[in-house]
Nanobody, 123 residues
Framework: QLQASGGGLVQAGDSLRLLCEVSGRTLSGYTMAWFRQAQGKEREFVAALTRSSTTVYSDSVKGRFTISRESAKNTVYLRMSSLKPEDTAVYYC???????????????????WGQGTQVTVSS
């Protein structure tokens, strides 16, 4: 089970940290990722952290967002800085045991999902 939290309403330029608490599984066995979905748009890849600790980011967030994990707490984080209004979306954490390099950005290859947390960035 994945539980996402940490969303909220912030102003452009602010920072926010999302959390994804994982229960019933050990983080080390999964590629963990964050996706987001803005109203009326398709789900979009944001960042992934592989089992070998490789991080991957979408071009739109690279340099502003950081994905990390704390194994002792079985929690994955998404640190977001320099937020923009276009970052407004529902953010979902996801887990997969079967993604590879060419599929880690594709939400269809993730089997476990959190419920989503809303991030709203005002201009």
């Amino acid at each position: 089970q994945l539980q996402a939290s940490g969303g909220g309403l912030v102003q452009a330029g602010d920072s926010l940290r999302l959390l994804c608490e994982v229960s019933g599984r050990t983080l080390s066995g999964y590629t963990m990722a964050w996706f987001r979905q803005a109203q009326g748009k398709e789900r979009e890849f944001v960042a992934a952290l592989t089992r070998s600790s490789t991080t991957v980011y979408s071009d739109s967030v690279k340099g502003r967002f950081t994905i990390s994990r704390e194994s002792a707490k079985n929690t994955v984080y998404l640190r977001m800085s320099s937020l923009k209004p276009e970052d407004t979306a529902v953010y979902y954490c996801a887990a997969s045991t079967r993604v590879i390099n060419t599929t880690r950005r594709n939400h269809q290859f993730y089997d476990y999902w959190g419920q989503g947390t809303q991030v709203t960035v005002s201009s």
